[in-house]
């Protein structure tokens, strides 16, 4: 794709991979792309139902999809679905999203757990580039862009894995970006804080919960996943074309401080 971008739909001629895309910020990052106009193929593993409802949702809006399961925490498994996607056309943009997290006291962390999360949360995310990369750069424009977490900035003992797992996805992306700007290749980082997930309605339902979260947030308020798509889109297009190596924050200002635990004077 050469000449002036489309403002309307930037990213009209563009193919997408966003991997996680049966979960709530996945299925928000693949409708936002679509909107701006990419194709997309979507990952899901072991949620059939959920990103064929993704697929049915891009293609109404008269896009390309098609969704593709793989089981990350086996070895080999993202790069053979680094490899099919691309074996179907081109890949513009990666946005590697899938993530395992699972909580425990840090002195007795499960080894299998521990394994699946190296795995997807880290491991994934280098060979889904590994592929996908240099037919980037040898076009001589692309866009990575993976999901990490307030965690990285904030982490805490029972999260330990996990909050490690990002800071060195983070530490892996600027390595990246050095390495594929002359390519035309950004590669970033957002860095959600607390989203509002189904998976997490039951305790958000909680009003004692959700003002003990709200309460940390300077903006006041957890994230909802669509807060996560302008950002993306914004990097994927030709204008942000000159950010790489970023990590975005998405958190409500919370990776600065807690919120002041009273309020500021009129």
């Known amino acids: 794709m050469t000449g002036a971008p489309d403002t309307a739909l930037p990213l009209v001629g563009r193919r997408a991979l966003v991997t996680g895309a049966s979960g709530d910020i996945g299925q928000a990052l693949a409708l936002g792309l679509a909107r701006a106009g990419a194709d997309v193929a979507l990952h899901h593993c072991a949620m059939a139902d959920a990103a064929d409802a993704v697929v049915a ?20 498994a993202a790069r053979a679905l680094a490899e099919t996607v691309l074996a179907d056309g081109a890949v513009d943009i990666l946005i590697s999203n899938a993530a395992v997290e699972r909580r425990s006291d840090w002195t007795a962390i499960d080894p299998d757990d521990f ?37 990285a900035a904030r982490p805490r003992a029972e999260t330990i894995v ?16 050095r390495e594929l700007g002359t390519g ?14 189904a998976r997490m309605a039951e305790l958000y339902a909680r009003p004692d919960f959700r003002a ?31 950010i790489s190596g970023a990590d975005i924050p998405i958190d409500g200002g919370w990776a600065a401080g807690d919120a002041p635990t009273a309020p500021l004077p009129p």
Not at 57 to 76: I, K, Y
Not at 162 to 177: E, F, G, I, T, W
Not at 215 to 233: I, N, Q, T, Y
């Open 115 to 151: 394994a699946a999360m190296v795995s997807v949360n880290f491991a994934a995310f280098l060979d889904l580039a590994a592929v996908l990369a240099p037919p980037m750069a040898a076009r001589g424009w692309g866009r990575i862009i993976a999901t990490g977490s307030v965690l």
């Open 184 to 197: 035309g290749v950004t590669v970033n980082v957002i860095s959600p804080g607390a989203v509002e997930t």
């Open 57 to 76: 949702e891009v293609a109404a809006l008269g896009r390309q999809a098609r969704a593709h399961e793989a089981d990350f925490t086996r070895p080999g």
């Open 212 to 242: 003990k979260v709200t309460a940390k947030l300077p903006l006041g308020r957890p994230a909802k996943p669509d807060d996560c798509v302008a950002p993306v889109v914004m990097l994927c297009s030709e204008a942000g074309g000159y």
């Open 162 to 177: 996990y909050a490690a797992l990002k800071a060195a996805q983070s530490c892996a992306v600027r390595a990246l970006a």
